[in-house]
């Protein structure tokens, strides 16, 4: 059974920074594509940022720039650090394993200005 566990969300002002922790279990991790995605209130999830197993990137217009995904396959830990944050960057991340089609619960991000 996969199970992805996200931490690290919270409430930070404009310009702040957070990072977002994805703890994976019960996978093979290490090959896995895993993403971050977002939704905000009454929106569509949307995708933030992908990473292959390989290590290639690929983001979201809204977070080139700022948004920087990594992995740690040692750990089978994903993360995403997201800086100079904006109001509209408020919802809740989720992470997704897009090689098993599983999401995590979710960790809610609020900004404020």
């Known amino acids: 059974q996969v199970q992805l566990v996200e931490s690290g969300g919270g409430s930070v002002k404009s310009g702040g920074s957070l990072t977002l922790v994805c703890a994976a279990t019960?996978?093979?991790?290490?090959?896995?594509?895993m993403a971050w995605f977002r939704q905000a209130p009454g929106q569509q999830r949307e995708l933030v940022a992908r990473i292959t197993g390989s290590g290639w990137t690929t983001y979201a217009d809204s977070a080139k720039g700022r948004f920087t995904i990594s992995r740690d396959n040692s750990n089978n830990t994903l993360y995403l650090q997201m800086n100079n944050l904006t109001p509209s960057d408020t919802g809740t991340y989720y992470c997704k394993s897009e090689t098993y089609l599983s999401w995590g619960q979710g960790t809610l991000v609020i900004v404020s200005s």
């Open positions: 019960g996978v093979i991790y290490n090959g896995n594509t």
